[in-house]
């Protein structure tokens, strides 16, 4: 429909739409032809946002084949469980961050690998000279070996040409296994099927209304990781749906860079979290932006402070409009009108969307009473994968999910957030689950009891906070953010320890999580 269009921009190069179709299918036929890989294996990618992010997505599902999405920044640990977990044969990974699969692969299913650098698909001489200063000069690419990988162009070289089998894919088949915390401190699969995500994308377009008329392509700015749901539907497959041009960021937390990178761009669209939004704004390259062709602006995973958005409007002219919704929803559920102003609010059910405020029994309850936010729609995972009995505790009768979130709504149908049900902690829009912090914890000789709570902080929202009963006194704070640091991705670590000779419990020996944050 658009094979000229501007699909994906990156440090300078940009692949139209016809380009990512040449280069994803000869992706798919490497896949298919030299893997073997058939109908529904899984295949990780584990990148930033760079060019071969929508490359080896587009390949995976043309080869019929499901995406397991993994956060690049990921301990052995973790890239361990959702290997294993899910199957996975084949990966995609960055060679900066191949040292640590090193490290879990004789552990998993993984038969092959396909090794990329940052500049890969920058061309040349830009992609070449990017790939050597990262590699010798910065030396932030440490050494690995495996017996069987090959480079991300090699892979590509080795399926042009190729022809393709057609792959019977489905409404129902999976698209996605997106990998969610649990309250068990297990990472679960969410299965998001093709009719899940298909649906959410025109649900989201549907929302959008009219608010890119007279805008063709639209130009988004996709700083949010692709690993990440939000950003992965919101930006990744919607913008595609409508010939849209993605921008993407390798590297957010440069926030100087981040802001010289979009001041090139008359872009439309524009996702964040609360602490992108503060963050950027404090930097001071934002002055040169020009927001003057910005139509929407979504804030989600986690709350966006009042003072923060008026600050936005005052300095950008445009309102964050706050959106709501799960991995489990694929994600979007609830969303602010897209000609609103900032009220606090998470809006209103999407097209096709329902949402009650249900009681302990599943019962909705009346207007304005608090009680646990549920879903019912087509965007609604299909379940949570080899996990039957977790999928029934979050799933009522009739096609409801249960949130685990806790909220009222008003008379004219918007709903606020009042709190969670879970002990979940949100740190900087990532959901942060207190028992696996705490297995990790207790892993550690000399610990006998911990337990992480969540504490209020400006720039990420929250902060994870542990307290530690010690069966060895020797046991310092250090010995405890050193294990953490090992074993768990930075944003779940914590920056609080606390010494206790013992925790609040029921009568039962549940610890009181509550209790230690009143």
């Not at 896949?31 to 997505?57: C, H």
């Not at 949570?384 to 009768?397: D, F, H, I, N, S």
């Not at 009568?507 to 230690?516: A, D, F, P, Q």
Request: hydrophobic share 40%; aromatic share 8%.
């Amino acid at each position: 429909m658009y094979p000229e269009n501007a699909a994906y921009t990156n440090m300078g190069r940009t692949l139209s739409y016809s380009e990512l179709d040449q280069l994803s299918m000869q992706f798919a036929c490497y896949l298919q032809g030299t893997l073997g890989l058939t109908r529904g294996e899984r295949v990780a990618i584990m990148l930033p946002n760079i060019l071969q992010y929508p490359v080896a997505m587009c390949g995976i599902f043309r080869a019929g084949l499901v995406v397991v999405n993994v956060n690049p920044l990921y301990t052995a640990r973790e890239l361990k469980h959702q290997l294993v977990d899910s199957g996975t044969k084949c990966i995609i990974i960055l060679e900066n961050f191949a040292h640590i699969l090193e490290d879990v692969i004789a552990d998993t299913a993984v038969s092959n690998v396909v090794t990329t650098g940052v500049g890969d698909l920058l061309g040349w001489p830009k992609g070449a000279l990017t790939n050597f200063v990262l590699r010798y000069i910065k030396k932030s690419v440490p050494t690995y070996k495996f017996s069987n990988s090959i480079s991300f162009r090699r892979a590509l070289s080795a399926g042009a040409g190729a022809a393709l089998n057609e792959v019977d894919i489905g409404y129902a088949d999976i698209a996605y296994l997106q990998y969610t915390g649990g309250t068990t401190g297990v990472s679960k699969g969410a299965m998001l099927s093709h009719r899940n995500m298909i649906f959410n994308v025109q649900q989201t377009i549907t929302w959008q209304n009219d608010a890119y008329v007279g805008v063709e392509p639209i130009v988004a700015i996709t700083a949010l990781p692709l690993y990440h749901i939000f950003s992965l539907q919101g930006n990744c497959l919607t913008v595609m749906a409508q010939g849209g041009e993605n921008v993407l960021i390798t590297n957010p937390r440069d926030f100087e860079g981040f802001a010289k990178e979009i001041a090139k761009f008359e872009f439309n669209m524009f996702t964040g979290v609360n602490t992108m939004f503060a963050a950027l704004m404090d930097t001071p390259s934002f002055s040169i932006i020009d927001f003057s062709f910005l139509r929407v602006c979504i804030g989600g995973g986690m709350a966006v402070q009042p003072a923060i958005a008026r600050e936005w409007k005052e300095k950008t002219g445009n309102t964050i409009l706050q959106g709501y919704g799960l991995t489990e929803t694929s994600p979007a559920a609830v969303v602010c009108p897209i000609d609103s102003e900032f009220t606090g609010t998470i809006g209103l059910p999407i097209p096709s969307t329902e949402v009650i405020i249900a009681g302990e029994d599943g019962n909705p309850l009346p207007i304005g009473e608090i009680g646990e936010i549920c879903i019912r729609g087509p965007q609604v995972m299909e379940g949570y994968w080899k996990r039957p009995a977790e999928t029934a505790e979050v799933m009522l009768p009739g096609g409801w999910l249960r949130s685990g979130d806790i909220g009222r709504m008003d008379p004219d149908g918007y709903i606020y957030i009042e709190d969670r049900k879970k002990d979940m902690i949100l740190v900087s829009g990532f959901n942060v689950y207190p028992n696996e912090i705490e297995n990790v914890i207790v892993e550690l000789d000399g610990v006998l009891e911990a337990a992480a709570i969540g504490l209020p902080d400006e720039r990420s929202g929250e902060i994870v906070k542990v307290f530690v009963v010690r069966k060895d006194k020797n046991i310092t704070e250090q010995d405890i953010l050193d294990h953490c640091r090992e074993n768990l991705t930075n944003y779940k670590r914590p920056r609080i320890v606390e010494f206790r000779d013992s925790l609040p419990k029921t009568n039962v020996g549940k610890i009181l999580r509550r209790e230690l944050r009143d």
